[in-house]
């Protein structure tokens, strides 16, 4: 009894300096992500690029077709910011509108990445037993498989049929982002599977489950909010190496077709003309790069914040 | 250890297998065949086209033909390149040693870079070192390899003159003089190689680095006299590369598609840029070939990674 009343105060004392700091868990987030400087730094860089690719066109109104061959493989001048190429087309109005198709592409295949990876993962880790085993093997296959041979392989195989049934720039899209998504998404489903493999032991699952939650309840509900931090960064970062995949394919020659200057397309089209005409190279390279590395910094700050041992931390 | 070899050995098997299982569903999944035009050219009457495609057993069913053209690729019978009218085998171990040699060769470089950089960023963590080499990382692998590339040709082919942009198999010199051409033409493709690979190797060894270099093993050999090169080196060092090398073999297919981006900048003979040429010039059994390369090639990797493992850990091969 004394030791009652000498602990109830204590506990209050312990408990209530603690009260103004209660934020939700993505208020911290957030506050721990802000101290990151070089994230905040990546969330600058990449907001502007993307309003850029977004609102450009926009604003920037010179056709990304247009060929004068007076003015073909200039520099950088008032009438042609970034410039010109063999053909005169003006860089920048072809860089804001292939921006947006590798941007597209980056985010279109890490939601498929994420989504595939994040079944297969809750899956395995929630049902357990034979499934479990055969997908992680399925996992374990995938991972093995390299990608950018087989990715050059499928894009080889299907690439006229798409294009034929669904038109050149949708069906190339849609392909390109299917296999990248496609080939991409094992190291979230292991991530995802190791999260459920822990969550679904603890008690308020436990606790979920007793109270009569059906299995998808207690998934959607319960487990899986808690399981999407890891799976928020590994996002991040996939959508800037989808975005080197694309570019990749499309400056080996077989991703978009030449009409459709996506960045790593338009290094295809400099990479002949480095000698005399750099500035055609330099800038939608400086643009992946940019892009890339704002990506991973925010994918770097993301993770501190939303590490669980850094909560403990602050 | 042996039979931790068999071991692995026997997990490589299954793991080929599927790939080629995998490889083999897609080529059944696309559409079109080689003898489309056939089908499609006047000269050729129906009837010899339907015995053509009867011969090659094109219309069987899908698990037949697989288990055909597996069999045959495991007798070392790989099929006729469209294009070159040569055997597929004969033109893949041309170039084979050359994608072997700028590959090894990168990712020497880059666990020559990483191992010292990311230990000592580990040493002093947040020291100016510390930050300039992690911010150098960071940069290195955002800079996808064909932008890289093409920077290291700009830069030390165009403006400085140094480096031939090239690669050439075929040097006439001899002696000093051809080792010292060779040595020229191979810096750049596998400096880009591996300094991409080094930069995301330096990461994970630092971090590899700051998880052992707290624990308890550490302060004892410290305590014990241990100079700080010794601890560092064989205490230390060592309990750290165990996560390096399982992240080393898990990068091996990510390496492959560095080196088909490098062999095509700098034209290099190597598989990797018969993979691009045959694509574009339609030529399917190199291009399935080659891909089924890689693929015993991330096998292969995995299995030294393993091995290397088991010899860092003794644990592991006894478990």
């Known amino acids: 009894m004394a030791n009652d009343a000498v602990s109830a105060p204590v506990h209050r004392a312990l408990t209530l300096p603690a009260r103004p700091a209660r934020d939700s868990l993505w208020a911290d987030t957030a506050?721990?992500?802000?101290?990151?400087?070089?994230?905040?730094?990546?969330?600058?860089?990449?907001?502007?690029?993307?309003?850029?690719?977004?609102?450009?066109?926009?604003?920037?109104?010179?056709?990304?077709?247009?060929?004068?061959?007076?003015?073909?493989?200039?520099?950088?001048?008032?009438?042609?910011?970034?410039?010109?190429?063999?053909?005169?087309?003006?860089?920048?109005?072809?860089?804001?509108?292939?921006?947006?198709?590798?941007?597209?592409?980056?985010?279109?295949?890490?939601?498929?990445?994420?989504?595939?990876?994040?079944?297969?993962?809750?899956?395995?880790g929630y049902v357990g037993g034979p499934s479990d085993h055969v997908l992680m093997r399925i996992t374990d296959l995938f991972l093995c498989l390299p990608q950018l041979p087989l990715l050059l392989l499928i894009v080889y195989l299907f690439r006229d049929v798409l294009k034929s049934t669904l038109g050149?720039?949708?069906?190339?899209?849609?392909?390109?982002?299917?296999?990248?998504?496609?080939?991409?998404?094992?190291?979230?489903?292991?991530?995802?599977?190791?999260?459920?493999?822990?969550?679904?032991?603890?008690?308020?699952?436990?606790?979920?489950?007793?109270?009569?939650?059906?299995?998808?309840?207690?998934?959607?509900?319960?487990?899986?909010?808690?399981?999407?931090?890891?799976?928020?960064?590994?996002?991040?970062?996939?959508?800037?190496?989808?975005?080197?995949?694309?570019s990749t394919l499309s400056f080996l020659g077989l991703g978009f077709p030449p009409d459709i200057p996506t960045w790593g397309r338009i290094l295809f089209d400099a990479k002949d003309n480095l000698d005399f005409a750099p500035h055609w190279a330099l800038f939608p390279g400086t643009g992946i790069f940019l892009t890339v590395l704002s990506i991973n910094y925010i994918g770097d700050g993301l993770r501190d914040a939303l590490d669980?041992?850094?909560?403990l931390a602050h | 250890m042996s039979r931790y070899l068999v071991r692995r050995l026997l997990i490589a098997v299954p793991a080929l297998l599927g790939i080629s299982v995998v490889l083999f569903t897609v080529l059944a999944l696309a559409p079109g065949d080689p003898f489309e035009e056939l089908a499609t050219n006047p000269n050729v009457p129906?009837?010899?086209?339907?015995?053509?495609?009867?011969?090659?057993?094109?219309?069987?069913?899908?698990?037949?033909?697989?288990?055909?053209?597996?069999?045959?690729?495991?007798?070392?019978?790989?099929?006729?390149?469209?294009?070159?009218?040569?055997?597929?085998?004969?033109?893949?171990?041309q170039r084979l040693s050359t994608t072997l040699f700028v590959l090894g060769s990168a990712q020497l470089l880059g666990l020559l870079v990483a191992l010292p950089v990311g230990t000592l960023s580990a040493l002093r963590p947040y020291s100016f070192f510390d930050q300039v080499a992690t911010t150098l990382a960071f940069i290195g692998f955002s800079l996808p390899t064909f932008f890289t590339g093409l920077l290291f040709i700009l830069l030390f082919s165009i403006y400085l003159d140094w480096l031939p942009f090239i690669y050439r198999a075929d040097i006439a010199a001899t002696g000093w003089q051809w080792f010292w051409e060779h040595f020229k033409q191979a810096i750049m493709p596998i400096s880009v190689l591996g300094l991409f690979q080094g930069a995301s190797?330096?990461?994970?060894?630092?971090?590899?680095?700051?998880?052992?270099?707290?624990?308890?093993?550490?302060?004892?050999a410290r305590a014990k006299g241990l100079s700080e090169r010794v601890t560092v080196v064989k205490h230390v060092v060592r309990n750290a590369l165990i996560p390096v090398v399982t992240l080393v073999a898990l990068q091996v297919p990510q390496i492959f598609t560095g080196a088909v981006v490098t062999e095509q900048i700098f034209r290099v003979p190597g598989i990797g840029s018969l993979l691009i040429t045959s694509i574009l010039a339609n030529d399917t059994p190199v291009i399935m070939a080659i891909t089924f390369v890689f693929s015993c090639l991330v096998v292969l990797f995995n299995l030294v990674a393993d091995l290397v493992y088991g010899w860092l850990d003794p644990r592991i091969s006894y478990r």
């Open chain 2, 201 to 220: 190797l330096t990461r994970f060894t630092r971090s590899a680095v700051l998880d052992v270099i707290r624990l308890d093993y550490v302060n004892t």
């Open chain 2, 46 to 93: 129906r009837e010899v086209a339907q015995q053509l495609r009867a011969k090659f057993g094109l219309d069987d069913p899908v698990p037949l033909r697989y288990a055909r053209w597996f069999t045959s690729m495991l007798r070392g019978d790989w099929g006729f390149s469209f294009v070159s009218r040569v055997n597929v085998d004969t033109l893949i171990l």
């Open chain 1, 308 to 311: 669980p041992r850094k909560v």
């Open chain 1, 168 to 246: 050149p720039e949708a069906g190339v899209f849609m392909l390109i982002v299917a296999v990248i998504g496609g080939l991409r998404w094992m190291p979230v489903a292991r991530l995802v599977r190791a999260q459920f493999l822990s969550l679904r032991e603890k008690e308020f699952v436990e606790a979920a489950r007793g109270l009569g939650a059906p299995p998808l309840r207690q998934v959607v509900r319960h487990i899986l909010p808690n399981a999407m931090g890891p799976v928020i960064v590994a996002g991040t970062i996939d959508v800037a190496a989808a975005i080197i995949a694309e």
């Open chain 1, 31 to 124: 506050r721990r992500f802000r101290r990151h400087r070089l994230a905040m730094a990546g969330t600058v860089v990449l907001t502007a690029m993307v309003v850029a690719v977004l609102a450009g066109p926009l604003v920037y109104r010179v056709p990304i077709n247009d060929i004068d061959f007076r003015a073909k493989l200039k520099g950088p001048s008032w009438a042609h910011p970034l410039g010109t190429d063999d053909l005169g087309q003006d860089l920048l109005a072809r860089m804001l509108y292939g921006g947006r198709i590798s941007m597209a592409v980056g985010i279109a295949a890490m939601l498929i990445a994420i989504s595939a990876g994040t079944l297969i993962g809750a899956v395995s």
